[in-house]
């Protein structure tokens, strides 16, 4: 049982470049969420899915998209990179089934734009 | 936004209990309170989580009043590994059952 698991750990991209962030989990979760980390500060959700096929919008979606298209897979896609979105990405998943909503984060991804 | 209030540091001696406060005074009724921690850069890890009774496990205990207004997470021995960023997060039932992570309290425990 792997739990969350994202790929890259690390990335550098130049302004303007697009990258897809990976996330992948083993616990059959059907809630998914990406969050990003600025330094110093706490984590802003940038979007969530509640199963396969199904994506919402968090606090922070400019830049980013993402899809659903199986349980265990949600990736992130940086259209466009701007310096701003210099941060460490985490990747989570649930299962809110009777009523708590625990998370499993994974190891987060470093992202720097020159 | 966030719906809790921690206070932004604090320090424990190593050894002696850390008594972590969270203030939450718009929690609705079915609205869980979890508390999450973060070392370096690490992604957050899991403590507890309660509804309103009060919760133990192997890490730590999380004492919730009456009104459900406040809480508090006690670890009953801070060790030089429990230096950490702590938050207190409260479900969004009416969005999703999201977590907003606020800025939580960065705990350093001394020798």
């Known amino acids: 049982n792997a739990g969350v698991t994202q790929t890259p750990k690390f990335r550098i991209l130049k302004i303007g470049q697009s990258m897809t962030l990976q996330c992948a989990q083993d616990?059959?979760?059907?809630?998914m969420y990406w969050y990003r980390q600025d330094p110093g500060m706490g984590l802003k959700l940038i979007y969530y899915?509640?199963?396969?096929?199904?994506?919402d919008k968090g606090e922070v979606p400019n830049g980013y998209n993402v899809s659903r298209s199986t349980t265990e897979d949600f990736p992130l896609r940086l259209e466009l990179a701007a310096p701003s979105q210099t941060s460490v990405y985490f990747c989570?998943?649930?299962?809110?089934?009777?009523?708590?909503?625990?998370?499993?984060f994974g190891a987060g991804s470093r992202l720097t734009v020159l | 936004d966030a719906k809790t209030t921690q206070p932004p540091s604090m320090d424990c001696a190593e050894g002696r209990a850390a008594n972590l406060p969270c203030n939450h005074s718009?929690?609705?009724?079915?609205?869980?309170v979890y508390w999450y921690r973060q070392i370096h850069s690490q992604g957050p890890q899991y403590i507890i989580h309660g509804l309103k009774n009060n919760e133990t496990n192997e890490m730590a205990s999380l004492i919730i009043t009456e009104d459900r207004k406040s809480s508090t997470l006690i670890l009953p021995h801070a060790t030089l590994r429990d230096t950490a960023v702590y938050y207190c997060i409260v479900q969004d039932k009416a969005a999703g059952n999201k977590l907003t992570f606020g800025g939580g309290t960065r705990v350093l425990v001394k020798p």
């Open positions: 616990m059959n979760h059907n809630y």
């Open positions: 899915s509640v199963g396969a096929g199904i994506t």
């Open positions: 718009t929690i609705s009724g079915n609205e869980y």
């Open positions: 989570a998943s649930s299962y809110p089934g009777s009523g708590a909503n625990v998370l499993t």
